[in-house]
């Protein structure tokens, strides 16, 4: 069965430390990759997305995710985390090619930055 | 501001009883798409709205109906109401559908069920 995978589902970090966050798929062919964030009481939010071309896409506040198709990966990475980046994140995916819109989600990765 | 609202944002039912979500989508977009998320979960897509048709459906029961209105809002039905369809309902909304699925979807706040 198609599934994404996230691999940490809690990661807490001290401010200014580097983020990295997992993301697999089990898609064959054409897909369509985003991270979505939820800061906490709002609504989930796009980071960035990859459709096609560089594989190493840049979103909001400083996130890179890149997109490794060998290995089915769309790893989210910052150099440098802020207090502020508290959140759930997600990874999604969207299988292209007569699949609309549909997204599939991972379970989310939980991540909380101390001061 | 999403962009995309939703009602009601809580509601409390009982097992057996139905539900009627509602949501418009942000000024701009024609499409409808629900998730259910439940505690811990991601999201799980439920089905698509596009033209007043359902376009994509998720591994749902039949339980589960929706519509969508010709100014584009959209209405999701639970018919039969079980605890496990206790979760945070989500509504997005994007431009006009494309098949490849190449676009974005802005996401509302929720509406969330808990069915006792």
């Known amino acids: 069965a198609q599934s994404v995978s996230q691999h940490n589902h809690h990661v807490i970090l001290s401010e200014a430390a580097s983020l990295e966050l997992g993301c697999n798929y089990s898609?064959?062919?054409?897909?369509?990759l985003f991270w979505y964030v939820q800061y906490p009481g709002q609504h989930l939010q796009l980071l960035l997305k990859y459709f096609s071309g560089d594989p190493l896409v840049k979103g909001i506040k400083g996130f890179e995710a890149e997109f490794i198709k060998s290995k089915f990966s769309f790893n989210l990475r910052k150099p440098s985390v802020q207090w502020s980046d508290t959140a759930e994140y997600f990874c999604?995916?969207?299988?292209?090619?007569?699949?609309?819109?549909?997204?599939?989600f991972g379970k989310g990765t939980s991540l909380l930055v101390t001061p | 501001d999403a962009g995309v609202t939703q009602s009601p944002t809580h509601l409390i039912k009982t097992r057996g009883q139905q539900v009627t979500l509602r949501c418009s989508p942000k000024?701009?977009?024609?499409?409808v798409s629900w998730y259910q998320q439940a505690l811990g979960q991601g999201p799980q897509f439920i089905f698509q709205y596009y033209e007043e048709e359902e376009r994509q459906r998720g591994n749902f029961p039949d339980r589960f109906s929706g519509h969508q209105f010709p100014n584009y809002s959209s209405e999701l039905n639970v018919n039969a109401l079980l605890l496990g369809d206790s979760a945070l309902y989500l509504c997005?909304?994007?431009?006009?559908?494309?098949?490849?699925?190449?676009?974005?979807?802005?996401f509302g706040a929720g509406s969330r069920l808990t069915v006792l």
């Open positions: 999604a995916v969207n299988a292209g090619s007569n699949s609309g819109y549909a997204l599939n």
């Open positions: 898609y064959g062919g054409t897909v369509n």
């Open positions: 997005a909304s994007s431009p006009t559908f494309r098949a490849s699925g190449a676009n974005v979807l802005t």
């Open positions: 000024s701009g977009h024609d499409t």
